[in-house]
């Protein structure tokens, strides 16, 4: 049966369990997945996943850079240029593109598109730049996470723009139906030379400007040179596939974003949110709370403004299709839980964007871990919406309810998952940890204390290894920040826990009952799948519900604690004490509620890995790491609160100043 698509061109992107950091997830299966995504509608297929854990990167003691190779892996992770080869050992590179080429093979089985999603220009080896010193281009390495200076080339020599031609043109050799590479850059370990956002920051080689140019020569020549850059992988991949599609991330580039866009079009476009994407500020408020802005790409933003449509028609006119990104899954909006309901917001976003007159869209960390959660509404209206989008989205729900647990109780199914969904809007977003932060800060297993540093270092160390945290990070003492960057304000803290205390926990817990009842109501012997879909739903909202309150108590630590180092008045500290030894109570309960749902329940509600914990995954022995959790925040829960304000200055492990000298200078 042939059916219109209403796009086409519709990718996972970002694709957290096939491709990026979650795929180590316990279960995941690669034939099966690919299979969901066809039938769910996609037209394309990531491809590009390290067959190891972690990436093969140099490496010191006490730096975290080499973990953010782990996802988006660049062309040499895969393929070497006739100037590269020696940086990786042979073994590796055959390892990952076999594994490339395994992938690539499933989605071509199942009809969809390949292709790549990379973090590029990639910064090589020290030892590269020592060997050719005249093609070091800027330093892209991240000034706390790294101890180590990486380099990526000087992308406009000659010979850089050779590398990576011959580079495009092996991995096309290697697997000729690739079709797409998407490009994000200025973060983890890559990044274009002199513009003028993270990591580079108005650096790079020799070749692209001269000294005293003012910022706006300098934003136009390297937005230039990134079309250039772009240009040069295309007519590379164009050799074997003419058709061959490079686009860009927008959000970094906001002083060369109008250079950039002005040198589009054909096969070379750009990727985002929105149309009016300048900069990481987007005009899309929470649509609760209107002070909360950044929701733009969240499962928060279902609408798309007026100004949207008139400004795709004007670029679709000058033959540029941009791609639009939508959140389909909890990956970057509440990691590391799995298979939550939100289908009519997911429904209403993907409509949005077909009335504005998208053409290409994507979905953000794709369908997750889809053999986890059988059950899961989202993938139904994700089809609908390419399929059928003049279908009425409740009919739709209410006949896959009806599939699933029978008319008897099919109303009752669809009704909880639209009640959730009336929860979960009401969650505030929370800078960093409503995405990977959560995981990255060990939300979970971190003792919730007033003064972190009370506890030990060794004590400690059980999650700080597996943090995103340097000895000398703000994050290791202090739950509101992360380097150099604020997350959550005393003010913020206090409204946004206040907000989630009215707003949030009522509703979720209201849910629970009622879902609980229903469970428990449903005779086994006559009804074991009902009973089963009804528990499986049951036991991911009471996960959400355990992150959520963990959630919570964050910004409440973030009001209290804070409240009570900035003010002498007696009073005023007694009440902040008081809500955060509160906090502590609810914590104490949230954290064995936690042990209990994963020591008893088969739902696997959350990504888990195989394999061992990480950054960007908890473990097997999470339970574990929560009892020590829990014995740490009792034990230390009574310590005054404290932040040391000076450790950005502490040194690395082990380092020995002159004698006399201190980090006080």
């Not at 219109?4 to 979650?22: G, S």
């Not at 992770?77 to 590269?84: E, M, R, Y």
């Not at 970094?252 to 079009?265: N, R, S, V, W, Y």
């Not at 909880?416 to 940890?433: D, H, K, N, R, T």
Request: aromatic share 10%; glycine share 6%; charged share 25%.
């Amino acid at each position: 049966m042939l059916l219109p698509a209403t796009f086409n061109f519709h990718r996972p992107h970002f694709d957290a369990c096939l491709t990026q950091y979650w795929r180590s997830a316990r279960g995941f299966q690669d034939e099966a997945y690919v299979r969901r995504l066809a039938e769910t509608g996609f037209t394309h297929c990531e491809v590009n996943a390290l067959q190891a854990h972690f990436p093969y990167e140099e490496s010191i003691e006490s730096e975290f850079y080499p973990q953010f190779y782990t996802y988006c892996a660049g062309f040499n992770h895969f393929v070497n240029s006739k100037l590269t080869e020696g940086l990786w050992p042979e073994h590796y590179l055959e390892a990952n593109l076999n594994r490339l080429k395994h992938l690539a093979a499933l989605a071509k089985r199942y009809g969809l598109k390949p292709g790549l999603l990379m973090f590029e220009p990639r910064s090589l080896p020290e030892k590269f730049f020592v060997k050719y010193p005249t093609l070091r281009g800027a330093r892209v390495d991240h000034p706390f996470r790294s101890r180590l200076p990486r380099y990526c080339l000087a992308q406009d020599h000659p010979i850089t723009q050779r590398h990576y031609r011959e580079v495009m043109e092996r991995l096309m050799a290697a697997v000729p139906e690739l079709s797409y590479l998407s490009i994000w850059s200025n973060d983890s370990g890559a990044g274009f030379e002199h513009t003028a956002s993270l990591y580079v920051g108005r650096n790079g080689g020799p070749y692209m400007i001269r000294e005293w140019r003012n910022h706006q020569k300098i934003a136009e020549t390297a937005g230039r040179s990134i079309v250039a850059y772009l240009d040069n992988l295309q007519t590379a991949a164009a050799k074997t596939n003419p058709d061959f599609d490079v686009i860009l991330r927008l959000e970094p580039f906001k002083m060369e974003h109008d250079t950039i866009k002005a040198g589009l079009g054909g096969h070379l476009t750009w990727e985002g949110p929105s149309m009016l994407v300048k900069g990481y500020s987007l005009p899309y408020p929470h649509p609760k709370y209107p002070e909360n802005m950044g929701v733009a790409g969240s499962l928060l933003h279902t609408t798309m403004d007026e100004a949207e449509a008139p400004a795709l028609a004007q670029s679709q006119a000058a033959k540029v299709d941009p791609v639009f990104n939508y959140s389909g899954s909890g990956v970057m909006n509440h990691e590391p839980l799995l298979g939550l309901p939100f289908p009519r917001l997911l429904h209403e976003k993907i409509l949005a964007l077909r009335q504005i007159g998208a053409h290409r869209t994507s979905c953000f960390g794709g369908l997750a871990h889809a053999e986890a959660t059988p059950f899961w509404p989202n993938p139904v209206a994700i089809r609908a919406a390419q399929f059928l989008p003049d279908q009425s989205i409740d009919d739709i729900l209410l006949n896959y309810a009806t599939d699933l647990v029978g008319p008897a109780h099919a109303a009752t199914l669809d009704g909880a998952w639209s009640e959730f969904e009336a929860a979960m809007i009401w969650q505030p977003l929370v800078g960093l940890y409503s995405a990977f932060g959560y995981c990255w800060q060990r939300t979970w297993d971190r003792p919730f204390v007033p003064d972190i540093e009370a506890i030990p270092l060794p004590e400690r160390r059980y999650y700080e290894k597996h943090g995103c945290f340097q000895s000398n990070n703000p994050g290791v003492n202090d739950l509101g920040r992360d380097v150099l960057f604020d997350l959550i304000s005393r003010e913020q803290g206090d409204k946004m826990s206040r907000d989630m205390d009215a707003e949030v926990l009522p509703r979720v817990r209201r849910l629970l009952e009622k879902l609980t009842a229903t469970h428990q109501a449903i005779d086994p012997e006559k009804d074991a799948r009902a009973r089963r879909v009804f528990g499986d739903l049951r036991d991911r909202i009471q996960g959400f519900l355990h992150w959520v309150v963990a959630l919570r108590n964050v910004c409440t630590w973030c009001a209290t604690v804070y409240g009570t180092l900035e003010t002498t008045d007696e009073k005023e500290r007694a009440v902040h004490e008081k809500r955060l030894q509160e906090a502590i109570d609810l914590d104490l309960e949230n954290t064995a509620g936690l042990i209990e749902l994963i020591e008893n329940s088969d739902t696997a509600f959350m990504a888990v890995s195989a394999i061992g914990n990480h950054t960007y995954i908890y473990g097997e022995d999470l339970s574990d790491l929560l009892r020590k959790r829990i014995a740490l925040t009792t034990a230390y829960r009574h310590h005054p609160p404290r932040i040391e304000k000076g450790i950005l200055w502490r040194p690395v492990p082990g380092t020995q100043w002159p004698e006399g000298w201190s980090q006080q200078a």
